[in-house]
């Protein structure tokens, strides 16, 4: 079975600095999708970035980007230059080739900015 | 568009009770979803549909049932309802591409007492 770790429960960081939230899975899988999920107090489910198991290179989207290790099956988050607007819980989610993008998610980071 | 629209927003229901979570998405997606989120934890899939008249179950269907007869809806049956229920509840949809991005409601609050 396909499973999602995420070993932080709770994170906090400084504003204006950067941060890194850890994540690992198991899978048999060689094709397969990951995500990470942003929740603000708002109870929203926001994407934040996707990653093709495929692709060597590693996902960027502004501030946000991931360390994506294939072989060791690590996916971590890293947010630069943290805005008070960060805060939120993070997970991280799964999906493979044939599981009609059904999401397989971890249990959550709870990112604190402080200012 | 609105997306993926959810109601209600916040439901209290009694031991036994019986109640529909209504799930509407207006951007023509053929895959739907529904998750549980329980307190401080991760998402669970509780049922999914490939489109209209295709349901099958997720990790955590016990005390659920759903029907999928248009494109558009995908509601939620909970029968019975129990305290384990108590719980918020996502809609969401995708286009259904490999790895599409699943795009959520803003959620149920259901408490059972």
């Known amino acids: 079975a396909q499973t999602v770790t995420q070993s932080q429960p709770e994170m906090s960081v400084q504003e204006a600095e950067t941060v890194t939230l850890s994540c690992t899975y198991d899978?048999?899988?060689?094709?397969?999708?990951l995500f990470w999920y942003k929740q603000p107090p708002s109870r929203q489910m926001i994407l934040v970035i996707r990653?093709?198991?495929?692709?060597?290179q590693n996902a960027t989207e502004n501030r946000f980007s991931v360390n994506f290790q294939k072989a060791a099956k690590s996916f971590s988050l890293k947010i630069s230059d943290s805005q008070l607007g960060d805060a939120a819980m993070y997970f991280c989610?799964?999906?493979?080739?044939?599981?009609?993008?059904?999401?397989?998610f971890g249990e959550g980071t709870q990112l604190t900015v402080n200012p | 568009n609105a997306g993926v629209t959810q109601t209600p927003k916040f439901r209290i229901l009694k031991i036994g009770q019986s109640m529909t979570l209504q799930c509407t998405q207006d951007?023509?997606?053929?895959?739907m979803y529904w998750y549980r989120q329980d307190p401080g934890m991760g998402l669970k899939l509780i049922y999914y549909?490939?489109?209209?008249?295709?349901?099958d179950k997720g990790e955590v269907p016990n005390g659920y049932n759903v029907s999928r007869s248009t494109t558009e809806d995908f509601p939620l049956r909970l029968e019975l309802a129990a305290p384990s229920q108590t719980s918020v509840y996502f809609c969401?949809?995708?286009?259904?591409?490999?790895?599409?991005?699943?795009?959520f409601g803003n959620g149920t609050r259901l408490t059972v007492t």
């Open positions: 969401a949809s995708s286009y259904g591409a490999r790895g599409s991005p699943l795009h």
């Open positions: 899978t048999s899988e060689s094709d397969y999708y």
């Open positions: 990653q093709e198991a495929y692709k060597q």
């Open positions: 989610a799964y999906s493979w080739e044939t599981s009609g993008s059904r999401l397989t």
């Open positions: 951007m023509n997606h053929n895959y």
């Open positions: 549909s490939v489109g209209a008249g295709i349901t």
